[in-house]
T-cell receptor, first 116, second 114 residues
């Protein structure tokens, strides 16, 4: 039973355009959501997070949107750059986690390719 | 500041052999985790620890053991290696609640069991 779902295994966009990566979750106990970026042969690195009390969080070119009623979140990258090409993992943690990243549940990841 | 260090980076084991994957962090993080990533799959939690002397099972603990004798170290032990344990293993750490955001991951150990 997959509690965090990333239904698109891959996404290809042109440099300068917007990249939108999607994530759905089924567990209503999740209240904190994070995105991680992973290059080949490296560990994932933290990118951006959002608490369930918010519906948007922005950090430079990266914005995460949360739709709690639909149990859906998305990561927007604007403008996309070739260096953004990586696997992006969506992750979630449970209620009463205090906004922490304790015991994260990860999706399968989406491979983003940004073409020059 | 090294962050999270995992050794070895690669290893080939024969069925039935045992080994220990090492993980050390120098950030004084309370929480440490072991995840495995199979091809095309997300990261699945094997074991985690909330502090020295305290460990607990994650989603896929069978075939593994851990210990946490110090804040810095969180080794993962495979006793009788099986082909199903072929995977990439990631160790991670995180600070206590309210003191930071996101895990810090090691660079991974790629294990093949033949």
């Amino acid at each position: 039973d997959q509690q965090v779902k990333q239904n698109s295994p891959s996404l290809s966009v042109q440099e300068g355009r917007i990249s939108i990566l999607n994530c759905d979750y089924t567990n209503s106990m999740f209240d904190y959501f994070l995105w991680y970026k992973k290059y080949p042969a490296e560990g994932p690195t933290f990118l951006i997070s959002i608490s369930s009390i918010k519906d948007k969080n922005e950090d430079g070119r990266f914005t995460v949107f949360l739709n709690k009623s639909a149990k859906h979140l998305s990561l927007h990258i604007v403008p996309s750059q070739p260096g953004d090409s990586a696997v992006y993992f969506c992750a979630a943690s449970g209620r009463n986690s205090g906004g922490s990243n304790y015991k994260l549940t990860f999706g399968k990841g989406t491979l983003l390719t940004v073409n020059p | 500041n090294a962050g999270v260090t995992q050794t070895p980076k690669f290893r080939i084991l024969k069925i039935g052999q045992s080994m220990t994957l090492q993980c050390t962090q120098d950030m004084n993080h309370n929480y440490m985790y072991w995840y495995r990533q199979d091809p095309g799959m997300g990261l699945k939690l094997i074991y985690y620890s909330v502090g020295a002397g305290i460990t607990d099972k994650g989603e896929v603990p069978n075939g593994y053991n851990v210990s946490r004798s110090t804040t810095e170290d969180f080794p993962l032990r495979l006793e009788l290696a099986a082909p199903s344990q072929t995977s990439v293993y990631f160790c991670a750490s995180s600070p206590p609640v309210g003191q930071g955001d996101g895990y810090t991951f090691g660079s991974g150990t790629r294990l093949t069991v033949v």
